[in-house]
């Protein structure tokens, strides 16, 4: 039984996770169509016969489905500029900033998850007490002792391992104060932290480790820049990784598709709230990033589409975008298909088959 449980627990995170971030996703879409005065005609979350339907004072028509995945906004006159209120009779910056708004929900989203994440816990660090200290290094010929707290580096203070770091890097071959606390008592001890080269670059290497964990609590203005920061760094390692399969035929294994997003979904859910947080988050920024793809049927596809139209001046014709479509959703089927068995293939499914 608790192995039920803990499937359907994880079914249903599942489920929430993937409709949260769509929902969020076309909710961009809706609203700036809204605000630039183009009308919604329908908002829906998943297919299938529809469960709950309601008509705004607008005359959107809100609908819940049976099978709750996936969803669409319905624009009046997408293709027909006559009609009043509609999406085809909008300037092409306005069309763009509707597409481009749904991309940019998710990061949203994102930064939003992010920065919630360091509120509620802090940012991990550690403390700047030497766990170990090198022998023979700059920090043993300078007198550190394990337990040593660093409090300032040339007068600056230190809350973090992680703040020495700098100072180190700027300073190579040079003598640093530290001001340590040793059994409640203040030192003033002073290093040589001499140079040596990493990534090109020359630094400075004190000698001793900080093992001790903590979470830091942060400034509204850190939270918001340290969130900026970690979606960024997450659509660079998405963008890194994928180079490398593509270049290098490497790190497939970090690949992840349907069934393997599900995966990581039901394990942090079983993880806990921050754990789970943390994969929306990043989740998030990564829908943001593969629906800017120049692929059509997704909104990079429907951007490539208005980038052409700049360029020609008029609008390509109905017939190059229908073959458009046709060859987005080729693409996206075969990417759906090679994925998904590649997560089964992960799974052990076909080695489990093999053996039968």
């Not at 004072?57 to 996936?70: D, E, I, Y």
């Not at 890194?240 to 593509?246: A, E, L």
């Not at 079983?270 to 789970?276: E, H, I, S, Y």
Request: with cysteine; glycine share 12%.
């Amino acid at each position: 039984m608790p192995d039920i449980i803990s499937a359907l627990r994880a079914a249903a995170a599942v489920l929430l996770v993937g409709n949260l971030l769509i929902v969020c996703h076309e909710m961009g879409h809706f609203i700036a169509a809204r605000c630039l005065g183009v009308r919604v005609l329908r908002f829906t979350i998943g297919f299938g016969p529809v469960l709950v339907r309601h008509i705004d004072a607008r005359g959107t028509v809100w609908t819940l489905s049976l099978l709750p995945v996936g969803g669409y906004v319905g624009f009046e006159g997408e293709q027909d500029a006559a009609r009043p209120g509609s999406y085809a009779g909008k300037s092409l910056l306005a069309r763009m900033t509707i597409i481009a708004a749904g991309p940019a929900a998710n990061f949203g989203v994102a930064i939003a998850v992010f920065a919630l994440l360091l509120a509620l816990f802090g940012a991990p660090g550690f403390l700047p007490i030497a766990s170990t200290v090198v022998a023979g290094s700059a920090a043993d010929r300078a007198g550190f002792h394990v337990g040593d707290r660093v409090l300032t580096m040339n007068g600056k203070r230190i809350e973090t391992f992680e703040d020495m770091r700098p100072g180190l890097r700027a300073n190579p071959g040079k003598t640093i104060r530290f001001s340590i606390e040793r059994d409640g008592k203040t030192l003033d001890l002073f290093a040589d932290p001499g140079a040596i080269q990493e990534d090109g670059k020359t630094i400075g290497q004190l000698g001793i480790n900080g093992l001790e964990p903590f979470h830091q609590a942060l400034s509204v203005i850190q939270i918001a820049e340290r969130a900026f920061g970690k979606t960024w760094q997450a659509i660079v390692d998405s963008v890194q990784g994928i180079t490398k399969v593509v270049v290098t035929g490497q790190g497939s294994d970090n690949i992840a598709g349907v069934v393997g997003v599900a995966q990581l979904t039901g394990q942090a859910a079983r993880a806990g709230t921050g754990p789970l947080l943390a994969l929306i988050a990043i989740l998030s920024a990564n829908l943001a990033l593969m629906n800017l793809l120049p692929i059509p049927v997704l909104d990079g596809g429907a951007l490539l589409f208005c980038a052409a139209e700049l360029v020609l001046r008029r609008k390509l014709s109905a017939r190059a975008q229908a073959f458009g479509t046709r060859a987005g959703v080729a693409v996206l089927a075969s990417l759906f298909m090679v994925t998904t068995l590649h997560d089964l293939a992960q799974t052990g499914l076909f080695r489990w088959i093999a053996g039968l």
